[in-house]
C-alpha cells in the first residue's frame, strides 16, 4: 500500500506516494516502476488523501482468487467506484 496527502492545487505523481509501513514491504520490498506516472490533478483548494493498493500477480490469477470477491465486497460497503 501507498500513500500521499497533499493540499491542492497540487499534481500527484507516483513518485510522491509514500510506502505504508509493513512488515512484507521488508519482506518483498514492492515500489512503483514509473515514478513520474501523472495519477491525479486537483485544481482547486483542498485536502487530498490518496491511497493505493497493488498485488503482485496477473490479471487472471488476481480475478480468480476469492480475495478479490472479497475486494470488491468490502469496497462496494465503502461506496468506492470500481474503475477497470
Do not use: N
Not at 519482506?27 to 497493488?54: C, F, G, N, W
Not at 472479497?70 to 469496497?75: A, D, F, K, S, V
Request: a negative charge; hydrophobic letters at 40%; aromatic letters at 10%.
Amino acid at each position: 500500500r501507498w500513500i500521499s496527502r497533499r493540499c491542492g492545487p497540487c499534481v500527484i505523481q507516483a513518485g510522491d506516494l509514500d510506502v505504508v509501513d509493513s512488515s512484507t514491504f521488508y519482506e518483498r520490498p514492492m515500489y512503483l516502476p514509473l515514478k513520474d506516472q501523472h495519477l491525479l490533478t486537483v485544481s482547486a483548494p483542498a485536502m487530498v488523501e490518496l491511497e493505493i493498493e497493488a498485488t503482485c500477480c496477473s490479471q487472471t490469477e488476481w480475478e480468480t482468487a476469492p480475495a478479490f470477491e472479497e475486494y470488491r465486497q468490502r469496497l462496494r460497503f465503502d461506496r468506492w467506484l470500481m474503475v477497470p
